[in-house]
């Protein structure tokens, strides 16, 4: 087994129940990495129990208003990102910083009532889809989506270095899709339709689409200047996201 499938592994005992870490803005990707820092009583209780666990967080996006049930709870996306805990610390008492790595998308299929102060739910996992009418073409499609990619990312020499290193890489295009609909600046609404398309032939020519639609313009945003598309690193430690 290699480091990506290593990642991407979930637990055998897995049973679909996720806990439920919800934030506004945020559309976590599989193989992607995200620092969180947490400080409410109720993401530590979260925090606590995935540690003691499975390292599984299930990354949400808020989308608006208030669902129907659990208690008038905000609304969520129901597309989720599994993600495991691959490093923490407690800064201080309370708080603490941790990274989450992407591991599968998952659809929500209903929420429970579990007894926790932290939202949970089960899941049905998505896994990628390679559609076999596809196969003759998905070089050439992985070709496109770098080039279309490549035209868009800042012209720094260590961006243009490691677009490189991934073209000549033998990164599937599934992973491909997923770094780099993470790492671009789309609208949460374009983000959320990527994360939950698991066709990832649809997922490389919607990205194909955008970045040729002349509507990105990348090349002054400085969240890119040390774009690594081999592991996906912006600096370390990266901005935090707060909950």
Do not use: W
């Not at 969520?76 to 992407?102: D, F, M, Q």
């Not at 290193?165 to 993470?182: F, V």
Request: hydrophobic share 40%.
């Amino acid at each position: 087994m290699d480091d990506l499938d290593a990642v991407t592994r979930l637990p055998d005992d897995f049973d679909g129940r996720v806990r439920l870490f919800p934030l506004p803005d945020l559309v976590l990707y599989p193989h992607a990495m995200q620092p969180l820092h947490i400080f409410e009583p109720r993401y530590c209780e979260m925090l606590g129990e995935a540690l003691a666990g499975d390292h599984l967080i299930a990354m949400s996006t808020l989308t608006g208003g208030h669902s129907a049930g659990m208690l008038s709870e905000p609304r969520i996306a129901g597309t989720v990102c599994l993600g495991r805990i691959i490093s923490h610390a407690e800064v201080e008492e309370g708080r603490h910083n941790l990274l989450l790595v992407g591991v599968r998308r998952a659809r929500i299929v209903s929420e429970l009532d579990a007894g926790r102060s932290f939202r949970m739910a089960t899941v049905d996992v998505l896994d990628d889809i390679y559609p076999p009418a596809g196969a003759t073409g998905r070089g050439q499609l992985k070709s496109d989506l770098l080039e279309a990619f490549g035209e868009v990312i800042p012209a720094s020499v260590n961006s243009q270095q490691n677009l490189h290193d991934l073209m000549a890489g033998q990164m599937g295009l599934g992973p491909i899709t997923d770094i780099i609909s993470y790492t671009l600046p789309f609208t949460v609404e374009v983000k959320l339709r990527l994360l939950g398309d698991s066709d990832v032939d649809s997922r490389a020519s919607e990205l194909v689409r955008l970045l040729k639609s002349g509507s990105i313009d990348l090349q002054a945003d400085a969240a890119l200047e040390s774009f690594d598309v081999g592991k996906n690193k912006q600096g370390f430690p990266p901005p935090f996201s707060l909950n």
